[in-house]
Structures are given as C-alpha cells and as structure tokens.
RNA sequence: GUGGCUGUAGUUCAGCUGGUUAGAAUGUCGGAUUGUGAUUCCGAAGGUCGGGGGUUCGAGUCCCCUCAGCCACCCCA
C-alpha cells in the first residue's frame, strides 16, 4: 500500500477551501455587478486557443510564459494568458453581429508559466471590462468612473486612481526623435517609483539608446507635481509645438473636469506623467489604482485606451478602452487589512437535527423559509444539541431554529441570535409567517 | 528563466555540537453534561520530520538531487 499517490497541486496552482472561495465568490459578485450598471455585458472564450492566436503579439515575455501543447488531433495549441489577446480575436470575429460600441466584461481564468511569489500565480483570474470599437473620450471617463465605482462597491474609501496619457510621452519622444525606443522607454519609466529617477536615467541611456539629455527630457515629465490644475499649466508649454502631445494634455484635461462632474472626490483623480504601463499597445488614456492604505501591494485595477486592438487578425480598426481589476491582489489587501468577514457558511439561518423522528417536519419548514429567500442548512444529524450549535457557531451563522418536542407539542419555535446568544418565542404557524417575519430583522449587516 | 532563504502533527512552532519508542500549544473527534454554541475537566485519533538518494555503527539534524513556499531580478494582475 505504499505506492499510494501523494496529494499535491502543481507549482503556482492553488487549491480554494470556502473560507477562501466565500469572499472570492463574493468580490466577483461586486465586480459583475458593478459592470452590469454601466451596460457592460458577459462574454467568454475558451480556455484553449490555437497557437498563432496568442502567439501572434510576438513578444518574447509572453512567448515565454505560454502554456503550450499538441493536443489529441495533432493541433498545436495554447492556454490563454490573458483575456485582451482573446477579445481581440473574438471581436475580428463577431464585430458584425455585435455592433459598436461594444461594452464587454469577462471574469475568467489565465495561465501563466511564470516564477511564483505572494500574490503571483500561474493560474488567476481576471475581471477585465472593456468598450469596443469608439474613440470617444466618454469611455475613457466611464473607465474611470467604473474603477471608482467598483473599489467603493467593495468598501473602500481610501484610493487613488493615477491617470496619465501616453500621447504626451509620445509627443515628447517625436520631438526627441526617440519614437522607436518607445517601448524600452515605457519599460524604464514604469520602474521609476521602484528604483528611482537616477537609475532610470541610467537604463534609458543603456538600454534605450538615449543621450543624457534626452533621458532628462524624459524624465522632466514625471518630475511635474502639484494639483491637477497646476500639472496640466505646466506640462502646456512642454508639448506647446507637437500635435500629438496636445492631443494628450487636452484629453488630459477633459478628463479631469468630467470625472469632478460625476461627483467622484477630487483627491481620489491624481494625473501622474509618471505612470507608463510596460504594455506597448496602449496608445492613450493609461490608469492604475492604489490603494492608500497599501500602496506597496501595487495596482490593483489597470487598463488603458487601445487604438488597434485587432489589427492580427483583422483589416478593420478596433480601438478600445478597458482596464482589469486584480482580484487576487484585492483580494490579499482586504485580508492584511482585516476586512475580510470570517463566514464560512453559505447559509444564514441553521436548523438543527433536534429530534431525529422529526426529520420530514423539519425538511418542510426548511423548504418554506428557502421559498420566503432564506438560506437554510440543516443539520444531517441527530447529534447533541450542543454540538450542532457549535458546529453553526463555528461558520458564522446568524440565527439558529430551535425544535424539540416541547416546541412541536406547543406549535412553536425558538429563534436564537447566534450571534448574542438571545433567544424568542415564536409561534409556528402553518406556513411559518410568523417566523419568517421575525427571522429577517435578525440577518441585517 | 537566474540568484537567495525556508520546508517537523490540520495550524503555529520546540527538537542543544548527528545518539534509544519525535514533543508542546491550538484545532479535530469522543466523554463528563441523551434540551442550548467560543469556559472547565478527562480521554482518543493525528507525523514514513516535503519526496528520493548518499555519508555514518546511527540522520529530523551533514551532503547531493527533486518538489513546494517566500524574497530579489525579469515581467506584470
């Protein structure tokens, strides 16, 4: 019997017990909600695609990570390791049928071959929300409205949502005659809040082939601060003689102003030059999300406006504009902050096994309260009432029905308060109303 | 992918320079208490010391490989 197979899950994959899936379960829920308010409609691909799809893009880092086999019929074929690299086929595929624009959301699994750490796995979900096929800067605002609304849906107060628009970096680089190093820019700026402007000065001349004066040129950006206000008045003259960085100070300044109007709390909208987005198919509006409490933890919703987001497989333009939250991070934040309620119980309302010959009566009111949209476990055994409590005590039920034959001989039943130990009387009418009426008040919060 | 740290009951950890049947706390289960849940007391189960190989009279302890976790680089959710 020794040659039993030893349980393990693969490097990078987790296993999700309910008191991790509860929450998890419940932040999706925000999420979907969220986007439905905005007309943001489901969508999903599959998990599997074929392997010119996703490695269309070409880039080295995710040729890398890419989970890729042949599968039963001789295909070659790829796990997807994000949702943006899908849409962009589904939508050269579908745009006919759907129409534009497209308001799209999609809460789905990803793989990536990549090395571990806390809160990076090689299997994530995430929560992308995108608007297809309009370059207008309404949606670029309702992205930023949607990320607010999502982290306050969620129950935080304190964020920052930092925007910037990649059109006023590429206007300086034109001027700087620096536009094929872009990519290797945007990779050295995205570092700077980690190493900082000197050393990012050093990687813009090694790597990116620019001079010292240039990578200063650069810098300056990100070295503007201030209000809104104040950085939008400086950065006028910088990109005063290129069209291109007008166009991004003036979206710029758009922006701003619409997001006040939607009632959105003016610290919350922090315009930083500084932020880049590694990604070189962002050609606009670019945003992250901190939180203030938890800033080293990252960002935790990012996106960005696209102008192309098709062009491998299709001739038509499809710019866009969308932003992913990262649930796991979320997720990991709200647990260091301990705000993560400790229910492990899908129920609110648990009905002990009391007497054991009782069973089919207390099947009856169980169905009753689940029609009246209660969520009722019963206990499948008639064991001690204490432990049965305990049991329930344990997953964070709210209130307990108690019935024993006193109560069955009285027509009633005992409604106890887990959570304060109290308990009432109540009468046990033939389609529990009364009970019902009593239960609600006790499941608030 | 590269480099560093770590790996002992479900969980958090003890285990001195290698030395007989690997411990504690907590949790789980049972009982004291066959009608009331975080208290108390009693009892039980639970470990091939991540896995494999090697050195040794003897390895949880030393060496090698491997797997997994964490950290940095890289990249990013």
């Not at 030059?273 to 080293?296: C, N």
């Not at 933890?297 to 497989?313: F, K, P, Q, T």
Request: glycine letters at 8%.
């Amino acid at each position: 019997m020794s040659d039993r197979i030893t349980p393990r899950t693969l490097k990078g994959f987790r296993d999700y017990p309910p008191e991790k899936m509860i929450p998890r379960e419940q932040l999706v829920e925000i999420a979907r909600r969220v986007y439905r308010s905005f007309g943001f409609r489901p969508m999903d691909t599959p998990a599997l695609e074929h392997l010119e799809i996703l490695t269309g893009k070409g880039s080295d880092e995710t040729d890398k990570q890419l989970y890729r086999f042949e599968d039963h019929g001789g295909r070659s074929v790829g796990l997807r390791f994000d949702l943006t690299v899908p849409l962009a086929r589904f939508v050269a595929q579908h745009i006919q049928d759907l129409g534009t624009p497209f308001k799209r959301y999609q809460i789905a699994n990803v793989w990536r071959g990549e090395n571990t750490q806390r809160g990076r796995y090689r299997e994530f979900m995430q929560c992308d929300f995108d608007t297809i096929g309009t370059t207008s800067t309404t949606a670029d605002i309702e992205t930023v409205l949607v990320i607010n609304a999502l982290l306050e849906a969620i129950g935080f107060e304190q964020f920052t949502i930092r925007v910037n628009n990649r059109q006023v970096l590429t206007g300086l680089l034109e001027k700087l005659d620096l536009v094929d190093q872009s990519t290797a820019v945007l990779r050295a700026l995205d570092k700077l809040p980690k190493i900082g402007a000197e050393k990012v000065a050093a990687e813009l001349t090694s790597t990116a082939g620019a001079t010292p004066q240039q990578a200063d040129a650069v810098l300056q950006l990100s070295e503007l601060t201030g209000s809104n206000a104040e950085i939008l008045a400086q950065l006028e003259p910088l990109v005063a003689d290129n069209e291109t960085g007008k166009r991004g100070l003036d979206q710029l300044t758009e922006l701003t102003e619409a997001v006040a109007a939607a009632q959105v709390p003016a610290e919350r909208l922090k315009l930083d030059l500084s932020i880049a987005r590694g990604l070189d198919y962002y050609t606009g509006m670019v945003v992250e999300t901190f939180l203030d409490e938890l800033p080293g933890i990252g960002s935790v919703c990012s996106g960005g406006r696209y102008d192309n987001l098709a062009e491998l497989y299709s001739k038509q333009r499809h710019p866009g504009v969308g932003a992913s939250l990262g649930l796991d991070r979320l997720l990991a934040a709200l647990e260091e902050l301990d705000r993560l309620a400790d229910i492990q119980t899908s129920a609110q309302v648990f009905l002990p096994l009391f007497i054991a010959k009782r069973r089919n009566d207390y099947l009856h009111l169980a169905t009753q309260l689940r029609a009246a949209g209660l969520d009722v476990e019963l206990y499948p055994e008639a064991k001690k009432l204490g432990k049965q409590l305990q049991y329930a005590d344990r997953r964070g039920f709210q209130v307990a029905v108690i019935i024993g034959e006193d109560e069955f001989a009285a027509n009633e039943a005992q409604l106890k308060n887990l959570t304060t130990g109290e308990s009432q009387t109540v009468a046990l009418d033939d389609e529990a109303l009364a009970l019902i009426a009593e239960i609600r008040p006790l499941l608030g919060s």
